[in-house]
Every structure is written in structure tokens, then in C-alpha cells.
């Protein structure tokens, strides 16, 4: 992601008489880019987290310049006075690493036997496995070692587990570097991600929302594993449906889950698709606009309103800018402080003024179904407090 943020190359200028190469596209974006977060700030590259939260608020043009550039989000936050508490606490850090390390124990056994019995019922259960060393020097190293471990296991007719592998995505044109926890390679080729999380699963249930984002992100891996084997021939087969492993119920035992992640990759890609045009969110900007940290709260609360925002509650678990998206929605009285859902049933009522003069009938279209539905339900709220109020005058008389 270094490249992907970098700014133009610096130096003395070109040698006399030699005329300078031409500023490409890409360059200018670069340099662009590098301005708005400021020229001695270095880049915050993405990570599998950020680029599958872009995917559950792609209608976010704030989110998708500010990962674009690179900016901190958390360090702006702060100095924002809206400080972020969005993150995994140490405990649940500790207690994620310790489930992880519970399942991979034996050489990944149990692991490649939920694979089996989840995923693939028709191979031969898993024996005698494989686990390839990764290690290599840096985030291009590890991802050159993975590649190659994963071309040796496709051949290779046997089950192969890789142990936090690292695979790059193409972001607008560089590379964002991923570590998944696990990628199983079967015997017949194909390829599974693997996501580890410590929330559990009770009563043969988890957590929708959770649930959710890890399938959102598990999507990355698999965007990232197609565009490595379509360089493969013949290219392996990428399974769209992955193995989520969980803590079952209140102990630390783990069960699994086959997630189909079509739908999320399909989303990712073209949230992804639209980080090409981020050049487009930029030329919008008024000239000088910075969202460097050390710049004054007035000027950077500037800068990040002369981007439009798209909150909605569910930023407050992906997003480190969500205070303070959610003060200025509610101050401008935004129905999205209320949820996407009833954003979507209000139609063109944007703010709770306009729904409020919508119920009352002193705005507001009576043919639109959600101007007649809000006067409809405020005439059943006037009715039933009518009536509940006659019943305490009686009950006094």
C-alpha cells in the first residue's frame, strides 16, 4: 500500500537540457493524495477491516477519500474532539489468540476436520496434511512465499493448511497487503479462507451483525486468492462458501460454520471498483484542504465536512470516525441517525423536521406513501391517547 500512497518523487529537477518525464495520471493522483493527508504524514495502508467496512457503507464518499489517502482515521478522530473507541479490546485480543492457537493446535487437525465435514464431504478425510512454512522477509517476500506454497499444494492432491498467509489485492492500482487466518487447499485444488473469531456461537446461533462483518471479510480474502489464481494455469477453483470457527457456547471448544460470501464479495468488488474514482471525490475538495492531524480542529473539521458522509448507527462498530459522523447527523436532524431501514421507509423525508411536518400535515405530499402512512399512524396515536385519556377522567369521576 506504500506505493498506492506515496507522493510524487522528490529531487533536484531534472538534468539541464533534458526535458522532465510527464506527470501521468496516476502521479498526479499520488501527489494528490499525498496533499490531503499531508506531505510529512505517512500513509495508514489498508487493511482486510477497512476494506470490508467500505463494503457495508459503499454510499460513504468521507470513508472512501479518507482510506484512499490514507489517512490515520483514529488520529483525526481524536484531534476532531470526537475520539474513537472502535477496536477489539486487549481481553478480547488475548482470549482471540488463545481460541486461534486452540484450533490450529496438531498441526491444524481439527481445523481441516471442520473443513472436511463442513465443505467437503466427498474427499478423503484428512490424514496426513501439510503445512508449508511462510516466513520470508517483509509484506512482498511473504506474499511471493504464499503464492508459491499455494501453486505447490494445488498440485499436490493433498490437504494443505497455510497458516496465516499473505496475499495482496489490487486497490487502485497498488497492492493492499491481507493476512487471513487460514487458506485450506483441498485435494482436489480448490481453495477455502478460513476465519478465526472469539465471539460464540449459543444454542447453534451467533451474533448476526458479527457474523456479518466476518463474512464482509473473509469477502476480501477470497477477492484477494481470485486474482492470485487467475494467474495460475489452469487457475484453481476459489470457494465462495468459507468456514466461520467460533467458541461453542460458554466453552472454548470450536465449532464451524459454512458462510456463503457471493453477495459480500460482489459488494467489495465494486466498492473496490470505486476507489478508481477517488480522483473525482478529490477534485471536489476546495484547493488546500488537509486532513493532517496536527492542523488546527476548525480547519479539519472543514476539511472532513467538504466531504459528504453517509452515517448510519451501524459505523459505530467499523468505522473510527463514527462520534463524531453521529454528532453532526443528529444536529442537522438526519432520519439516517435512525437507520438505514427507516431511511429507506421514509422516502424523501430527509430530516426528522420534515417527517414531523409530514405527520401533522403541514407538509408533505398526501399521495406519497410515507407522508400518508405517518399521518395515518399519528392519527391512531391522537385516538388512542384521546381514549386514554377519557378512561382516567372516569376513573377520577
Known sequence: MSDFHASATSGSGPEPGRTPPPRTRETALRHRLAELRGPDVPPKALDARALAALAANPGCRRRAIL?????DKTSLASALGAPSVFGQSQFAFVRGNAFEARVKADGGAELLRLVHE???????PPRDTRAPDLSADGP?????????ALREATG???????????????????PAFLEPDAVVVHPDGSWTVVEIKSFPVLDGSADPAKVGAAARQAAVYVLALEELAARLRPAPRVRHRVLLVCPEDFSNLPTAAAVDVRK???VTARQLARLTRIEEIADALPEGTCFAPDRPAEELTAAVEAVPAAYAPECLSACELAFHCRARSRAAGAVTTLGRQARAELGGLATVDDVLAAADGAAGDPDDPAVAALRRAAELRAEALGARAGTREAACR
Open 156 to 174: 499436490a492432491a493433498a490437504w494443505t493448511l497455510l497458516d496465516h498467509p499473505m496475499l495482496a489485492l489490487d486497490v487502485a492500482g497498488s
Open 264 to 266: 459480500q464479495r460482489a
Open 118 to 124: 463442513k465443505l467437503d464431504r466427498g474427499a478423503e
Open 140 to 148: 512482498r517476500g511473504r506474499t511471493a512465499r504464499t503464492e508459491l
Open 67 to 71: 482510506d484512499g489517502a490514507g489517512v
